[in-house]
């Protein structure tokens, strides 16, 4: 799929490596066999960066707000997130060495920007670096264990918990109070009616959580929503943190 592109500035380039998790942790020697092929782009809701069934030959780094939702559809047009990424990760290709079909649908959930950077590069430097092919092994990880995570969650923990924790992870990687958020769209990616959500969101709205404008929600109690959140949403933090933490290595090296 063809994204938007920005012209890569010193300033854009500065923005992405400091506001993605993962391109934070690298060296300037790491960073300096990456930068030469990045590509930035500004990117909007509802766009799909990734179809089910195309090869992924590059890997995009969320930083300024992005948000991506890794979507199953299933047969009769219905879809459910599976997972969401922000700064803290990356989409495409990380599991996976070298280009391989994609299983999910990617699609933009909150807007942003994106460093782009080709698989093949990508690949080079993990021979290249220790660190490069080490972050991306405890990513994985990571990515590995927010699926999981949701199919418990999915399976056993009632709406109002499930939107609560959709809400904080948003909330954290747009890094901002105001979500542009649809309910249709909060729907969707929680997998149930529209009704239900309509109702969910007004019982927050009355405990003074969120305020609901057309097309966007406001998180007015953080605190609050982190009480009426299930645990699934501290469990993820907590493993990302271990695995990964803030230098790419986590507790466990």
């Not at 300033?11 to 930035?40: I, K, Q, Y």
């Not at 990508?122 to 405890?138: G, T, V, W, Y």
């Not at 995570?149 to 992870?169: G, K, T």
Request: with cysteine.
């Amino acid at each position: 799929m063809e994204l938007p592109r920005i012209l890569p500035g010193d300033a854009g380039l500065d923005s992405a490596f400091a506001g993605n998790r993962l391109l934070r942790t690298l060296s300037a020697e790491d960073r300096a066999m990456l930068e030469p092929h990045v590509e930035l782009a500004a990117l909007e809701g509802g766009e799909t960066v990734l179809a089910v069934g195309e090869m992924t030959r590059r890997t995009l780094f969320p930083f300024d707000g992005l948000m991506v939702s890794m979507r199953r559809v299933l047969t009769g047009g219905r879809s459910v997130e599976v997972a969401a990424i922000g700064r803290e990760g990356a989409v495409g290709g990380i599991i996976s060495c070298g280009a391989a079909p994609a299983f999910t649908q990617a699609v933009v959930q909150l807007p942003g920007s994106a460093a782009i950077i080709p698989m093949t590069v990508l690949e080079d430097a993990k021979q290249a670096s220790p660190h490069i092919k080490n972050l991306f092994c405890r990513y994985s990880d990571a990515l590995l264990a927010q699926v999981m995570q949701s199919v418990a969650c999915n399976a056993f923990h009632p709406i109002e918990a499930r939107a609560a924790r959709w809400l904080l992870d948003a909330q954290d990687r747009a890094a901002s109070d105001r979500l542009e958020l649809t309910q249709e769209s909060l729907a969707g990616l929680l997998g149930v009616q529209r009704t239900t959500v309509n109702a969910v969101a007004r019982v927050l709205q009355e405990q003074g959580l969120i305020a609901y404008r057309r097309g966007a929600i406001q998180v007015l109690d953080r605190e609050g929503l982190r009480r009426v959140s299930c645990d699934c949403y501290e469990a993820v933090e907590r493993h990302f943190q271990e695995v990964l933490g803030e230098d790419g290595r986590g507790i466990a090296d």
